[in-house]
C-alpha cells in the first residue's frame, strides 16, 4: 500500500524567508505525487503534480517540489514567503494503476503560519 | 475556470437521521470521489464513482453510506441512521479520463454536525 508522510505538523516563516515542508513517500511503484492546500474555510487546491516527468516541478504561486527516488521524498519550497501562504498543505499520493479507483492518499497535512 | 460545486455548505441533522450531500462535478469528468476530513484529522478517501457505479470503497463506507448519480450533472452521498461519529467535512471530487496523472479536483466541502 502507498503512503505519504509529512515530517512537520506546523512550520512558522518570516514573510519573505524560504519554505519548507518535508514530505517522504511509500510506494511499490512508480508513483504520482501531489501538493494540495486548504485555506481556511476553503477547499482542497492543487498545488503541484509529479507524474514521472520532470523531477522538478513548478506549481503555481511561486512553490515547486522535487522528486527523489533516491530519498522518497518530495519536498514542498518556496523562495520567499507571503502572508496569504499561511494556509495547511498536504502531501498526497496517488493509488491506482490508471484504473477507475486513483483513490489519493493524504498525509496528515502541515501548518504553515508566515509571521510578519 | 469550471469547478466543483457542493451543497450544502453545512448540515446539521440529529442523530439517527438521514442526509444528502450534493455535489455538481465538473461537466467533462467521468470519475467521482468523497473524502471525508474529521476534524483536527486527515482526509480520508471514503468511495469512488465511474461508469454508474462504485468502482472502490474504504471500510468507512458501511451499509447506510450510499452514492447516486442521478441525472448527468449531480453525484450525492446520503448517509442513513447518521451517528455522532459521521461529523465531519466532506469533500467530492471529480477527474477527466485517462491515466494515473489527472489530478482530481475538489469541491468547497459539505460540513455534517451531527447532534
Known amino acids: 500500500a502507498q503512503s505519504v508522510t509529512q515530517l512537520d505538523s506546523h512550520v512558522s516563516v518570516s514573510e519573505g524567508t524560504p519554505v519548507l515542508l518535508r514530505c517522504n513517500y511509500s510506494?511499490?511503484?512508480?508513483?504520482?505525487l501531489f501538493w494540495y492546500v486548504q485555506h481556511p474555510n476553503k477547499g482542497l487546491q492543487l498545488l503541484l503534480k509529479?507524474?514521472?516527468?520532470?523531477?522538478l516541478v513548478k506549481g503555481i504561486n511561486g512553490f515547486e517540489a522535487e522528486f527523489k527516488k533516491s530519498e522518497t521524498s518530495f519536498h514542498l519550497t518556496k523562495p520567499s514567503a507571503h502572508m496569504s501562504d499561511a494556509a495547511e498543505y498536504f502531501c498526497?499520493?496517488?493509488?491506482?494503476?490508471?484504473?477507475?479507483?486513483?483513490?489519493?492518499?493524504f498525509g496528515t497535512g502541515t501548518l504553515l503560519a508566515v509571521q510578519p | 475556470e469550471p469547478e466543483v460545486t457542493q451543497t450544502p455548505s453545512h448540515q446539521v441533522t440529529q442523530m439517527g437521521q438521514e442526509v444528502i450531500l450534493r455535489c455538481v462535478p465538473i461537466s467533462n469528468h467521468l470519475y467521482f470521489y468523497w473524502y471525508r476530513q474529521i476534524l483536527g484529522q486527515k482526509v480520508e478517501f471514503l468511495v469512488s464513482?465511474?461508469?454508474?457505479?462504485?468502482?472502490?470503497k474504504s471500510e468507512i463506507f458501511d451499509d447506510r453510506f450510499s452514492v447516486e448519480r442521478p441525472d448527468g450533472s449531480n453525484f450525492t452521498l446520503k448517509i442513513r441512521s447518521t451517528k455522532l461519529e459521521d461529523s465531519a467535512m466532506y469533500f467530492c471530487?471529480?477527474?477527466?479520463?485517462?491515466?494515473?496523472?489527472?489530478?482530481?479536483?475538489f469541491g468547497p466541502g459539505t460540513r455534517l454536525t451531527v447532534t
Open positions: 464513482f465511474y461508469n454508474n457505479e462504485i468502482s472502490e
Open positions: 510506494s511499490s511503484y512508480s508513483p504520482s
Open positions: 471530487a471529480s477527474r477527466r479520463t485517462g491515466g494515473q496523472a489527472y489530478e482530481q479536483y
Open positions: 498526497v499520493v496517488s493509488e491506482g494503476n490508471g484504473g477507475a479507483t486513483n483513490k489519493l492518499i
Open positions: 509529479y507524474t514521472s516527468a520532470a523531477t
